[in-house]
């Protein structure tokens, strides 16, 4: 069973850095995809990142590219994301999601999802 553990949010200014990291405490790590979305208050929960397990191909949402990384460390079970350029508008709940069979990666299909971890970015 796969049980994902976020973990790294935080307040931070803008034009500050994070990294969020997810493991997956079941150790049964998704043979697929790996995704982050995020959800502000009042809003649906949005694509930001995701990552294929084999291959290691990556997908960015438009408002992310350029300053956050997806990366994954196989070793311990565990995905990052990196965010740099922190805006006020990052602020929101990210959750990391996972799944065994094939999905629409920038879409909420996955299987197994997080807790969520917090991010406040203030201005």
């Known amino acids: 069973q796969v049980q994902l553990v976020e973990s790294g949010g935080g307040l931070v200014q803008a034009g500050g850095s994070l990294r969020l990291s997810c493991a997956d405490s079941?150790?049964?790590?998704?043979?697929?995809?790996m995704g982050w979305f995020r959800q502000a208050p009042g809003k649906d929960r949005e694509f930001v990142a995701a990552?294929?397990?084999?291959?290691?191909?990556?997908y960015y949402a438009d408002s992310v590219k350029g300053r956050f990384t997806i990366s994954r460390d196989n070793a311990k079970n565990t995905v990052y994301l990196q965010m740099s350029s922190l805006k006020a508008e990052d602020t929101a709940v990210y959750y990391c999601?996972?799944?065994?069979?094939?999905?629409?990666?920038?879409?909420?299909?996955?299987?197994?999802w997080g807790q969520g971890t917090q991010v406040t970015v203030s201005s």
């Open positions: 990552m294929l397990w084999s291959g290691g191909r990556t």
């Open positions: 999601a996972a799944s065994n069979r094939w999905v629409l990666v920038t879409t909420p299909q996955y299987d197994y």
């Open positions: 079941g150790r049964t790590f998704s043979s697929y995809a």
